[in-house]
T-cell receptor, first 115, second 113 residues
Framework: EAGVTQFPSHSVIEKGQTVTLRCDPI?????LYWYRRVMGKEIKFLLH????????ESGMPNNRFLAERTGGTYSTLKVQPAELEDSGVYFC?????????????FGPGTRLTVL | AQSVTQPDIHITVSEGASLELRCNYS??????LFWYVQSPGQGLQLLLK??????LVQGIKGFEAEFKRSQSSFNLRKPSVHWSDAAEYFC???????????FGGGTRLMVKP
């Protein structure tokens, strides 16, 4: 069974440009999460989808970030326009619904560098 | 607000030596506690988790952790470290596994031959 995949693995863009990150969760996982780690600090929660609905987006830093999950399958995270402080590693995770102890499975992350 | 502190940013141990990675948390209710490991180029992999019951939990790769409510700690241990254990380790807390996790800053482990 394939794990959580993320594309691209690395992205280098200039300040003011737009970048779109993609996450493909494990098949059958209704829960999908985005996290990011900035400047070697702690990994921070961004938002949580249940199927195509945003369950919790309390961690989204500002309105330059837009997350979508059309059809409840893969998700995209768009940053527009990108700022220097957006550089970091963006992780996606997914889990099965239902049980409170269902593990979150993480992807390898997308390393974003904004110049 | 919940928070997690991992006091050690870097730790170096010799192969075969024992290991303890510290984790302290702040959480208002009964916490769900996790340890994840990230090897280079890989995603975060769950080592072990604690929800309730026995406060000493066993995980994969020979790791264990002990939940101490009185100390708000959930330290990770391994009796004998292997070179392949070199990685970054993250402690996390949540109200259950299905909601947001709050992570510590991570501890990078280096293993000397």
């Amino acid at each position: 069974e394939a794990g959580v995949t993320q594309f691209p693995s690395h992205s280098v863009i200039e300040k003011g440009q737009t970048v779109t990150l993609r996450c493909d969760p494990i098949s059958g996982h209704d829960n999908l999460y985005w996290y990011r780690r900035v400047m070697g600090k702690e990994i921070k929660f961004l938002l949580h989808f249940v199927k195509e609905s945003k369950q919790d987006e309390s961690g989204m830093p500002n309105n330059r970030f837009l997350a979508e999950r059309t059809g409840g399958t893969y998700s995209t995270l768009k940053v527009q326009p990108a700022e220097l402080e957006d550089s970091g590693v963006y992780f996606c995770a997914s889990s099965q619904p239902g049980l409170p102890d269902n593990e979150q499975f993480f992807g390898p992350g997308t390393r974003l560098t904004v110049l | 607000a919940q928070s997690v502190t991992q006091p050690d940013i870097h730790i170096t141990v010799s192969e075969g030596a024992s290991l303890e990675l510290r984790c302290n948390y702040s959480y208002g209710a009964t916490p769900y506690l996790f340890w994840y490991v990230q090897s280079p180029g890989q995603g975060l992999q769950l080592l072990l988790k604690y929800f309730s019951g026995d406060t000493l939990v066993q995980g994969i790769k020979g790791f264990e952790a002990e939940f101490k409510r009185s100390q708000s700690s959930f330290n990770l241990r391994k009796p004998s470290v292997h070179w392949s254990d070199a990685a970054e380790y993250f402690c996390a807390v949540g109200n259950n596994a299905g909601n947001m996790l709050t992570f510590g800053g991570g501890t990078r482990l280096m293993v000397k031959p």
